[in-house]
């Protein structure tokens, strides 16, 4: 970042003396010799490995705080940042989407214990709103995955292989997912297209 400020500027100057040089009546070539050294004297060579040792520095002090820095340039970005929030659970531990919680308007209960006759229900609906567990899109998006792993593991497994009698897989611009399985239609999606 700051190499990237440092460089108009640095630019900016060789330029100006160019320019000078020029209207001096200096020629053109010199001018231009003297101009680019101007340019590469103004940036420091240890200017980039201040820079990194500024990332470092920053990414131990983030360590001690239990968060992990994978690339030093990313420390730079978050110079102006005061809250970082994820979403995802299993994501950051994991490398992978995980189901923790299931609820309905009444009730929740987070995974791995059992679930009333209500929950269950909704945990179906959600994966059955899901590509068929072996269809060969089933793994293309990580949050199917997640709940199609969750009913398994809440003991769906059998009803998982309903067939699907007609599909609209999940498209970016629709923002849902919606399945025709057993003479129901079960949709999944974001809250703010489904709603409406």
Known sequence: MMLRQLLPLAATGGALVV???????????????IGGSIAVAAVPE???LLAGVGEAAVARRLASRNAL?????AVEALGRVDIACTDKTGTLTEG???LRLVADTATEAELPT??????RAVLLAA????PHPAAGDAAAHPTDVAVIR????????GELGAEREREAPFDPA????ATVAQGHLYVKGAAETLAP
């Open 114 to 119: 059992p679930l009333s006759p209500a929950l």
């Open 174 to 177: 629709r923002s849902f997912h």
């Open 19 to 33: 320019g000078s040089g020029v209207m001096r009546g200096q020629s053109l070539l010199s001018q231009l010799a």
């Open 127 to 130: 994966a059955l709103a899901s």
């Open 96 to 98: 992978r989407l995980a």
């Open 150 to 157: 969750g009913a398994q593991e809440a003991g769906l497994d």
């Open 46 to 48: 240890g200017l980039p």
């Open 69 to 73: 820095v994978r690339r030093l340039a």
